[in-house]
């Protein structure tokens, strides 16, 4: 499974940014995905993650109510809705799948290359 993410930027706060992540394979629909990010002198941390239904969704706290994590197994396709962007949300952000467990100890089994997102004050 190849992952590529795209849909970063620069925003200023506030702002919205949906990032996309396109998989290659035919067994998208049976992983669990997730979105990481980094920030720079930061550890990688799992800002979101979906089952791979998509009934099932985690967030991390700081990411709760403004960021929206959805897949559309048809396109085999991830996405990260994040609205009311911070400063603090700053970082490189990652898309990863894999079962849930390994999404949750920071292990994934396939990662993307990254996609930058910068917020502005």
């Known amino acids: 499974v190849q992952l590529v993410e795209s849909g970063g930027g620069s925003v200023q706060a506030a702002g919205s940014l949906r990032l996309s992540c396109a998989a290659s394979g035919s067994i998208f629909g049976l992983l669990s995905m997730g979105w990481y990010r980094q920030a720079p002198g930061k550890e990688r941390e799992l800002v979101a993650a979906i089952n791979d239904g998509g009934g099932t969704t985690y967030y991390l706290d700081s990411g709760e109510g403004r960021f929206t994590i959805s897949r559309d197994n048809v396109k085999s396709t991830l996405y990260l809705q994040m609205n009311s962007l911070r400063p603090e949300d700053t970082a490189m952000y990652y898309c990863?799948?894999?079962?849930?467990?390994?999404?949750?100890?920071?292990?994934?089994?396939?990662w993307g290359q990254g996609t930058q997102v910068t917020v502005s004050s």
């Open positions: 990863a799948a894999g079962p849930v467990f390994r999404l949750r100890l920071g292990q994934p089994d396939y």
